[in-house]
């Protein structure tokens, strides 16, 4: 019989500390909602302490969340775990998840903490926890280059002071599979209690082997799986979620592994997550990277037109990628609008409806055909919420082969319209530049990507625009059939995310 393993998600914590990943609250509970659509068991939604911003998003996932554990990291501090608490404490199925280095190396030269010291403060603190909460996860940081003796007697610790879950991370992407088995049967077989709890496991990817070495883990005994969306993470991130459970899928018949994850999600979540931090997957990436169900030489097509499983391991179906691709047009109304929406798996309120369906039109006299692809997009950027402090009125561009860019554009400012003029090293940079006056903040443009998000000679281009302002990357993105529009929006986007977070912290 095949055994069950519990998916961790850790994309709003581990994920959102890699490079350019950072989200903001709107955003994290977005990603959160999906997350729960997606059905993974756990959700860890942040590190609490690390600032006003991490507290409040913990807090608030926790109070919208309602089928999912939701986690908070904390170090194996009182004042860490008490703030934990604060956050998490309004979920349904609250975790507070703590944890302190455990290898030579680290216990020596991070934490200048003899092993002894380390085991009665880990001890000290899930009893801390504890008090707060029922359900516990401790986790040994740096576990895999640590001496399993020392792990079996410090875990058999803090599961007799109330830890419910027992993390091994592979903290630096070190390890390899079959070590990595050997390794947690040596834990269990030093241990009394550990078999007790659910064995977790944390893969980073420094050497490309965290999904196989989380399997591996899997079969020594593991009963949840620590992973992000797309796989992002510190360095060369974590575990990719859609890897683990459509591997668990696949090929159940010789991992003898299942999870209650909906693959049919899947799409979506990397999608939505991609939009929202601007990082997209490569196109080669396992599952979910644009070429992973094409075929592009004439054998394999042939193959796959006479019979699907020639070369076909999974159906791109199974993860929530439409086949039908040719959908509305002009002339469709709002019902073949509201329809199409269901069969994609949108549940929306009538307003969401109204407001896409608006939106559906203005492109529609844009562009011949709207694909499903289009109507995705038109719904991930309406689901992407902050407030709209600038809005794009108009442009106007004047640009060609022998002569300098300018750019007059006229933004709205509630209900102010401000108009500049600049030239510029193309339309683009001149369209930029007049904005820039206008917003008069100090910011740099970090990176400026377009690309086509549908198919056919009238696509919808896509803008992410990275803006620099007080050291933190802020990401817009921007949609439409005109390039340069879709980069103002994308430049626009970015602006009000500063906007809307230095309000934010205003606030705090
Ligand atoms: O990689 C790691 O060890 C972690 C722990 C905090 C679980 O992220
Ligand atoms: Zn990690």
Sequence with gaps: MAKEIKIFDTTLRDGEQSPGCSMNIHEKIRVAKQLELLKVDVIEAGFAIASPGDFTSVREI????????????????????????????????????????????????????????VLENAVNMVEHAKAYCEDIEFSAEDATRSNPEFLAKLFDRVIKVGATVINIPDTVGYTTPDEYYEFITTIREKSDYLDKVDISVHCHNDLGMAVANSLAAAKAGATQIECTINGIGERAGNAALEEIVM????????????????????????KLLSSIT?????????????????????????????????????????????????VLGKHSGKHAFEDRLKALG????KEEIIKAFGQFKELADKKKTIYDDDIEAIITRNTIAYPEVYKLQRFVINSGN????????????????????SIGDGPVDAAFKAIEKIIGIDMTLEDYKLHSVTEGKDAQGEAIVKLKHNGKIYTGRGLSTD???????????????????????KEM
């Design 62 to 117: 926790s109070k919208n969340v309602k089928n999912c554990t939701v986690a908070s990291l904390a170090r194996a501090l009182p004042k860490d775990i008490d703030i934990a608490w604060e956050a998490v404490k309004y979920a349904k199925y609250p975790r507070i998840h703590t944890f302190i280095a455990t290898s030579d190396i680290h216990m020596k030269y991070k934490l200048k903490m003899k092993p002894e010291e």
């Design 247 to 270: 591997a668990m899928n696949t090929r159940k018949d010789v991992l003898g592994l299942y999870c209650n994850v909906d693959t049919k999600q899947i799409m979506r979540s990397s």
């Design 278 to 326: 601007g990082v997209e997957v490569q196109p080669n990436k396992a599952i979910v990277g644009n070429n992973a169900f094409a075929h592009e030489s004439g054998i394999h097509q042939h193959g796959v037109l006479e019979e699907r499983t020639t070369y076909e391991i999974m159906t791109p179906e199974s993860i929530g990628l439409s086949q039908n691709k040719m």
């Design 346 to 349: 949108y549940d929306l309120s």
């Design 402 to 421: 022998t002569i300098t860019s300018t750019a007059a554009v006229i933004l709205m400012n509630h209900d102010q319209e401000i108009e500049e003029v």
């Design 483 to 505: 390039v340069v529009e879709a980069s103002i929006k994308g430049y626009i986007g970015a602006v009000n995310k500063i906007l809307y977070q230095v309000e934010e912290k």
